[in-house]
């Protein structure tokens, strides 16, 4: 018979309201290790198709282009930039040469500011999402000069379909306004439909044909191997570029607001945490209190066997630990049963559409569980038990054995 | 030493204890003064309300007298600290109470076993010693029965046996047999006596029946906080 023998056996005293502080327990740990597993998963989500679409992990402009996105703002040495990139990236660096321009959209009937996007094919398809979003038609080809794929949506807008002419209309290097015709030959879907609307993508030999740009380029995406990578690689290319010429950016840089979103989110977490926690601080404290009051008789017993007050309250301590362990153990087990549940299928948001699309989340959500969110829940719950605990365990440790032998 | 020729155990003296009832101050104790000595078997006699259970209280250093000392194996434990009172309790004094006082969620043989466990010995040891002395008290074979288990009778017996089991200096006993019918409450009371005369274990108890206060060889009258009469019985 050990302390914690007796601690378990205490435990069982009372059977229903052990387990109901259990359920208390385990309901808490769930819904913090699952639910905040479902949010990470959220902006896990939204980070992806932040990268996936257009992003990458870095991306190197002409200085201004960022902020004013025209023609204006090209790089013009190519060749230097694409040797560059070869001998600073990683191996396993995939990067990918572009013409990003604003532009309009029209057919006979309609007509709409885009996004024109002049890409190398097989290397886009490396480094976006374009590469495995194609849902009718073709995806582009090198040898494509007058051919457009465009989103599901803008394709619905324009009530036009595969085979019918667009115009693109935009502004060459000399300052004129260029329009070309191009046939849809395919449509793309993206995880959020204002994607859809926004982009329209074609080789960019043509785009370079139609704005004059000859071998000149907008903008190079990278995706690094390591996404932890970034700011090392930024600093190299830095150092390895002309800073008069070349600007490059980190895609925490170039989505200030889902990176704002990012950090609030680990604020709300800890919020979140703390709230569940608060909720179930009060159960663990209502029925530790309630064990110790019912055995104040007992506690000085145990002094008038010569036990000291700190080991009564280790004892009660030892308890709460018990509980809080159990429930812990429960709560993570559910909650890793409903991960694993919800890890390949997802949880499916598309009839709420426009609800996740404003918020500009996926429509398929896929839990992720973090170490650092795991262990956080878990501490949260088992720490400030315990703390929560010393209060009753205090109160416990604190009476005078004979006022306690009177206690009826 | 005491005239007895007997060690002092416990030796109080001028010990006074007054409480509080609201407005009433009770005087519990008024300068008593006494000594017990090894291997006595002593009871403290009176009327309820007379002082008994205070001066037990005090003997066993679970509450503080006013004034006057009171001393166990020539230590002093009016000035000692909770911490130091326990580790007292727990090497040197064993405790029975009227109401039993046994932990429910352990067995008879855990409940004897608790303040080994309290000092340190080692587990196989433990249960072998509590094994024996439950043998003693005439409990064989009920070692793992929780106290719902057991009679009055029973219960107290495994009372006495954790109470003398660790060897401690002395053994105070409130009213152990206050709950127990006459034919239980002569059982008891013969088997503190066997370990009085067996073990030498010192025992003091409290008592206002008069059969139980035939069996002390000494009686010690209580009346109004006050020692009014201390004699040795044939």
Known sequence: ???????????????????????????????????????????????????????????????????????????????????????????????????????????????????????????????????????????????????????????????????HKLVLMSQSVDGEMVSRAFRIVGSFRAELMSTEKQYVFVTRRSAQKMLKLRKDITEVSILLPDVNDVHRVREALLNALPNSEYEVLTWTELLPLLTAYLKLYDQFILIWYLVVFVAMAFGIVNTTLMAVLERIREFGLLQVFGMRPFFILGEVLVESFILLIIGIAAGNALALACIFGLGKSGLDLSAFAAGVEFAGMSRIIYPDLQLQDWVMANLVVLVLGLVVSCYPAFKASRYRPVEALAYA | MLRSGKVKIVECIEVTKTYDQGNLQVKALENVTLSIGKGEFAALAGPSGSGKTTLLNMMGGLDRPDSGQILVEGQECTTMSQSELARLRLNKIGFVFQSYNLIPVLTAAENVEFVMLLQGVPASERRQRAKKILDEVGLEGLYDRRPAQLSGGQQQRVAVARAIVANPAIVLADEPTANLDSKTAKGLLEIMLKMNREKQVTFVFSTHDEMVMGYARRLIHIRDGKVYNDVVQG
Not at chain 1, 16 to 23: A, E, G, K, N
């Open chain 1, 1 to 163: 018979m050990q302390y914690i023998q007796l601690a378990w056996r205490n435990i069982w005293r009372n059977p229903r309201r052990t387990i109901v502080i259990l359920l208390a327990v385990l309901i808490g740990v769930w819904s913090m290790v699952f639910l905040g597993a479902l949010m990470r998963g959220i902006t896990v989500g939204m980070v992806k198709n932040g990268i996936a679409t257009l992003t990458g992990h870095l991306q190197i402009h002409y200085p201004g282009f960022h902020d004013d996105p025209s023609i204006e703002n090209r790089i013009t040495n190519v060749v230097q930039l694409t040797e560059t990139l070869s001998h600073v990236l990683p191996d396993k660096s995939r990067w990918a040469l572009r013409v990003r321009v604003p532009a309009v959209a029209a057919n006979a009937r309609h007509s709409a500011g885009v996004t024109l996007v002049g890409v190398d094919p097989v290397t886009e398809a490396r480094v976006s999402f374009i590469g495995g979003a194609i849902k009718m038609g073709k995806y582009l080809s090198d040898e494509d000069d007058h051919s457009i794929v465009v989103g599901e949506a803008l394709l619905k807008t324009f009530n036009t379909k595969l085979g």
